[in-house]
């Protein structure tokens, strides 16, 4: 089975940059669509981007459309998360998770059984 490791995150005042990266150990990953769900205190993990398994479609999430970017490296096994213009509202820990692309399923944590183990953003002044 696929394993993820995250790695990135951290503390960035409003307006910065940070770039969050997955990293899965088995080439399988290259078949699987690649997506990234935050959960914030009190909140329910919520979808945030996803990237189909050939890199040829891309789908957000309204509240990061925009400033957020997904891609994916299959020569590498890794999905990035660069996140531009940072708001204290996108403060959460931030995972990743892999599965078979499926455009009804993929924006559905529940549908997920790979994940990483998660990493925190923290946008504050």
């Known amino acids: 089975q696929v394993q993820l490791v995250q790695s990135g995150g951290g503390l960035v005042h409003p307006g910065g940059s940070l770039r969050l990266s997955c990293a899965a150990n088995?080439?399988?990953?290259?078949?699987?669509?690649s997506t990234w769900f935050r959960q914030a205190p009190g909140k329910e993990r919520e979808f945030v981007a996803t990237?189909?398994?050939?890199?040829?479609?891309?789908f957000y999430a309204d509240s990061v459309k925009g400033r957020f970017t997904i891609s994916r490296d299959d020569d590498l096994y890794t999905t990035d998360l660069q996140m531009n213009n940072l708001k204290p509202e996108d403060t959460a820990v931030y995972y990743c998770?892999?599965?078979?692309?499926?455009?009804?399923?993929?924006?559905?944590?529940?549908?997920?059984?790979?994940w990483g183990r998660g990493t925190q953003v923290t946008v504050s002044s």
């Open positions: 998770a892999t599965r078979p692309w499926s455009l009804q399923a993929v924006s559905s944590a529940d549908r997920y059984d790979t």
């Open positions: 088995d080439r399988t990953f290259r078949s699987l669509a």
């Open positions: 990237i189909s398994w050939n890199g040829g479609s891309a």
